[in-house]
């Protein structure tokens, strides 16, 4: 195993397993799993559904990943918990993972998967008019990466589920990597390079050459994409984050606020890439989705 892929596996688990997210209380909601949502090269690609007891009709995807790495059994359902108590159904989406898959695959799996959780939407119960998503770390990545390139499918598409939109209409994200070419100070590039020189292999062959890895940075990096009217974004970021500098999250609100899209920041003062009680924190997400997922 590439040490790239070993560091992606155990920072999913970190992030996603971590005991301090565990439910103690018993279930209050039923779980339907390994639902597909596409296919490529003959793997099914998947998600775990949860209905909450009382549900509202709304839906949020969590994007489950670190360092782009997905698997079924990092779903944890203590860190879809909050969301659930506030009646949203939630569903877990894994993508296709490094190294077989770099980051624009993982891209494409969830513009997928957000077109076909909306074109199935009368089967979930939820509006397909107020989805959210939220996700950390790749999976925070990943949730921009749907916040600034979601939109209209292909209208002419065989498929009548690549026929529906990806955009979300709200979405959180934790210590999200936003600016591949900027990371932690102007002009320093991380594309499979330098901090994250570990995920070389997230980044594919792009990130062999200094020219392509300007070209491919700008292709990945949300923050190229932002513009005005996008889902209202909320991130969530400690100070002391050594991985994914908190200066990714603060370059990614201000451009926001340069072209008049909502979006804030909370701070955790001392926190590093994810921290022990961080289930503390998922009452804010929850609290976000019921302020810009109310239906209009």
């Not at 301090?20 to 793997?43: E, H, N, V, W």
């Not at 589920?161 to 932690?184: C, E, I, K």
Request: glycine content about 10%; aromatic content about 10%; hydrophobic content about 40%.
């Amino acid at each position: 195993m590439q040490l790239s892929q070993l560091l992606a596996r155990l920072l999913a688990l970190v992030i996603l397993l971590s005991p301090a997210l565990a439910s103690a209380d018993a279930p209050k909601f039923t779980r339907t799993q390994d639902l597909i949502y596409g296919r490529k090269y003959g793997t099914a690609l998947t998600f775990d559904e949860f209905k909450p007891e009382k549900p509202n009709g709304r839906g949020v995807i969590f994007i489950v990943s670190g360092g782009w790495f997905s698997s079924h059994e990092a779903i944890n359902p203590g860190f879809l918990s909050p969301v659930l108590d506030h009646g949203y159904t939630v569903f877990a989406v894994v993508h296709g993972s490094q190294p077989k898959f770099i980051i624009p695959e993982c891209q494409q799996d969830l513009h997928r998967a957000v077109r076909f959780i909306r074109h199935n939407a009368k089967d979930y119960g939820i509006d397909p008019d107020h989805i959210g998503v939220y996700g950390a770390s790749a999976g925070g990545h990943l949730t921009l990466s749907l916040v600034t390139q979601g939109g209209p499918g292909d209208s002419k598409a065989k498929d009548p589920v690549d026929r529906d939109s990806s955009a979300v209409q709200a979405a959180v994200a934790f210590f999200p990597p936003t600016d591949f070419l900027n990371y932690g100070k102007p002009g320093e590039d991380a594309v499979g390079v330098g901090i994250l020189k570990d995920f070389k292999s997230a980044f594919g062959p792009a990130a062999d050459t200094p020219e392509l890895r300007q070209s491919y940075g700008k292709l990945i990096s949300p923050i190229y994409h932002v513009h005005a009217g996008m889902a209202p974004t909320l991130i969530i970021h400690g100070d002391a984050d050594k991985l994914v500098p908190i200066q990714q999250a603060q370059l990614f609100i201000d451009k926001c606020k340069e072209l008049n899209s909502p979006a804030k920041l909370i701070t955790k003062p001392g926190k590093g890439h994810g921290w022990p009680d961080i289930g503390n924190d998922l009452k804010d997400v929850a609290e976000w989705f019921d302020q810009n997922l109310s239906a209009k």
